[in-house]
């Protein structure tokens, strides 16, 4: 089947719109945010209003265009939110990941395939990092390579440093049990390692999310992440988890990691205050349970 549609102007999609049942009280208005905002990304927002089984997409009822975009403007703030948290999550990390293995292992550990569990994934993650390696603009790598010509990679604490979360986790999730691999897990008080590997992926998987200004508060998180059975720190009852594909459980697994690594951070604030701007949302999309607030983690 051949993609025929043509593209529209805003005065069209906005007629288009209102076909399908949204109401626009200031045209001018719905004018401006549209040539700011796509058509089609906006699609993302107008999806859980309408009927996506009917090719003509019509709203259940009369939506108005507001609300659409509070929606919009929520999933935006929280993609901030997440972003500025993530930034931290991510330098802790790679800290911890280059110090463990460094220090025991030497600056040329990432190369040695011995301390890896899969020699075909350690080949693909080691070209992955050289190709980050040579695009980075970062001073410290050029003048590695404008003064060294052995090794030929520098060494982890400059090569780890410009690899992506995505790299990183990879590489993490591939090494061997080790003592090194289980005092990083246990740095950040998460027990075994398998813990710590499902929450990078499940991490990198989210600010990828936010990195590409894609939808986030309602949509499904589909690199779902493992819980500790026995956390040191304090954390939710089980029963808060129950929907652990949704954003909630996420948010939880960073107040946790922001908790360790940023005593009295004022992430669980931020949070609160986050909903407070928006108290008609409906917080059961974002996997909220009543009572959330007041669990020992969000305290």
């Known amino acids: 089947m051949q993609y025929a549609k043509s593209p529209l102007l805003i005065s069209q999609q906005i007629e288009t719109l209102e076909r399908r049942g949204m109401i626009f009280s200031d045209r001018q208005l719905a004018e401006h945010y549209l040539s700011h905002i796509s058509y089609y990304r906006l699609r993302a927002y107008t999806f859980p209003y309408q009927n996506n089984s009917d090719p003509n997409h019509p709203f259940w009822r009369a939506t ?34 280059i110090y463990q293995y460094s220090i025991k292992k030497g600056g040329q550990w990432y190369e040695d395939v011995s301390l890896f569990r899969v020699a075909r994934l350690f080949q693909s993650d080691l070209s992955r990092l050289d190709k980050e390696i040579n695009r ?66 499940t991490f990198s998987h989210i600010r990828n999310i936010c990195a590409h200004h894609s939808r986030l ?7 779902i992440p493992v819980f500790p059975k026995r956390p040191s720190r304090p954390w939710v009852s089980p029963t808060m988890l129950a929907e652990s594909h949704k954003i909630f459980a996420s948010l939880c ?15 669980s604030t931020k949070v609160k205050d986050w909903l407070g701007l928006f108290r008609d949302v409906n917080i059961k999309a974002m996997g909220f349970v009543e009572g959330w607030e007041d669990e020992p983690l969000w305290l």
């Open 136 to 201: 980075s603009q970062e001073e410290f790598i050029r003048h590695y390579k404008s003064k060294y010509t052995s090794p030929i990679r520098p060494p982890a604490w400059m090569a780890l440093e410009v690899c992506t979360i995505g790299t990183l986790s990879k590489m993490y999730d591939n090494l061997a049990l080790s003592d090194e691999k289980k005092a990083i897990a246990q740095h950040f008080d998460l027990g075994h390692p398998f813990v710590l590997e499902s929450w990078m992926k």
């Open 64 to 97: 108005p265009f507001e609300r659409v975009l509070n929606d919009y403007i929520l999933d935006r703030k929280l993609r901030v939110l997440v972003f500025d948290a993530m930034e931290k999550i991510e330098i802790a990390l790679r800290t911890q990941i």
């Open 253 to 267: 697994c960073i107040r946790y990691f922001l908790n360790q690594i940023s005593p009295g951070n004022n992430f």
């Open 217 to 223: 508060w309602n949509r499904p998180i589909t690199i």
